[in-house]
Nanobody, 116 residues
Framework: QVQLVESGGGLVQPGGSLRLSCVAS????????MTWYRQTPGQERDMVAS????????YYEDSVKGRFTISRDNAKNTVYLRMNSLKPEDTAVYYC?????????WGQGTQVTVSS
């Protein structure tokens, strides 16, 4: 079955960096786009960045443009989210998602906390 496993979250000071990873299994990873979302308590899950079948097709939510970079390594079945210049408002649980078989498939999430 489809499985997505995120990692790389943690506590970081404002201005710091993190790289999140999402390892996929159970489907032909190279044939599907991938998306990172984030969610804070009591809020909707919001899209942060998405990527097509290769790194040339990437989309970013306005608040992260120029700070976050999404990329993928199809040989490793992994999508990454490099986050630079982190701000307290980036604090959230980050999820990766793919859409296949008519359904959205989610990982368990990884917590990112930006605080001094």
């Amino acid at each position: 079955q489809v499985q997505l496993v995120e990692s790389g979250g943690g506590l970081v000071q404002p201005g710091g960096s993190l790289r999140l990873s999402c390892v996929a299994s159970g489907f032909m990873f190279s044939n599907y786009g991938m998306t990172w979302y984030r969610q804070t308590p009591g809020q909707e899950r919001d899209m942060v960045a998405s990527i097509g079948l290769d790194d040339s097709l990437a989309y970013y939510e306005d608040s992260v443009k120029g700070r976050f970079t999404i990329s993928r390594d199809n040989a490793k079945n992994t999508v990454y989210l490099r986050m630079n210049s982190l701000k307290p408002e980036d604090t959230a649980v980050y999820y990766c998602m793919t859409h296949l078989g008519g359904s959205n498939h989610w990982g368990q999430g990884t917590q990112v906390t930006v605080s001094s």
